[in-house]
């Protein structure tokens, strides 16, 4: 039986999810979802009450593949480059990439790009990449959800999936009702991660400890 997740997304700059070149990933933040969700889950981010985004979508994305950290690493350097960092690009969307986490080396090496080694624990215990080729992105511009499926919302740290089973199916009909074209970036970002001159502003997620992360659980 599928399930959903729901978890808020206090700053989206685009790297958690990333949801260019055609497929939406998550290899950062949410070690938790990335480590439990399996291939047809729905993950779905929602925006902060402190930005007036509260009760809004800024993506959903149904899980088509999910491949461990170091094979994702692998797969972005054969099938999906602009997925890696590249800090010197001009080209913001390039400087977003996901795949952070060089696996030719043990440890692996961080890239230039919006987490650092303070991210490292946290990152690497999710263990898993998350893809998807079923994906909407509304991005600065979230989506109103339905006042009925409000109760999927979930603010703070951690996320729902278990409380999420009796809206799985009312919130499949809702997104896919919306009669968008698969795949849908829509908008930009809603968080600019890098200066105008290039560099990192900092992570789009605060360094957090795994411990931190794993305490504030699930519902």
Not at 186 to 211: I, K, M, Y
């Amino acid at each position: 039986m599928p399930k959903l997740y729901t978890y808020c997304i206090p700053f989206d700059d685009g790297a958690a999810p990333n949801p260019f070149w055609g497929i939406c990933t998550l290899n950062i933040c949410k070690p938790a979802i990335r480590r439990t969700a399996e291939i047809g889950d729905w993950v779905v981010g929602t925006g902060s009450t402190s930005f007036g985004f509260g009760n809004k979508v800024v993506y959903a994305m149904k899980v088509t593949d999910k491949k461990a950290m170091k094979d994702y690493d692998a797969w972005t350097a054969t099938n999906c480059p602009n997925k890696i960092p590249k800090h010197n690009s001009s080209d913001w969307r390039k400087k977003l990439g996901d795949s952070i986490y060089d696996f030719s080396t043990n440890p692996p090496a961080i890239r230039h790009g919006v987490h650092n080694e303070g991210n490292r624990e946290r990152d690497l215990s999710g263990n898993f990449a998350l893809l998807s080729d079923f994906f909407f992105y509304f991005g600065g511009k979230p989506i109103d959800l339905p006042s009925e499926l409000f109760p999927i919302v979930r603010q703070g740290q951690g996320h729902r999936v278990h409380l999420n089973q009796p809206y799985l199916e009312n919130f499949v009909k809702w997104v896919e009702g919306l009669k968008l074209p698969i795949g849908s970036n829509l908008e930009r970002p809603g968080l600019q991660a890098f200066d105008d001159s290039g560099c990192a502003t900092g992570s789009s997620c605060r360094a957090q400890s795994h411990s931190e992360d794993e305490k504030a659980g699930c519902d």
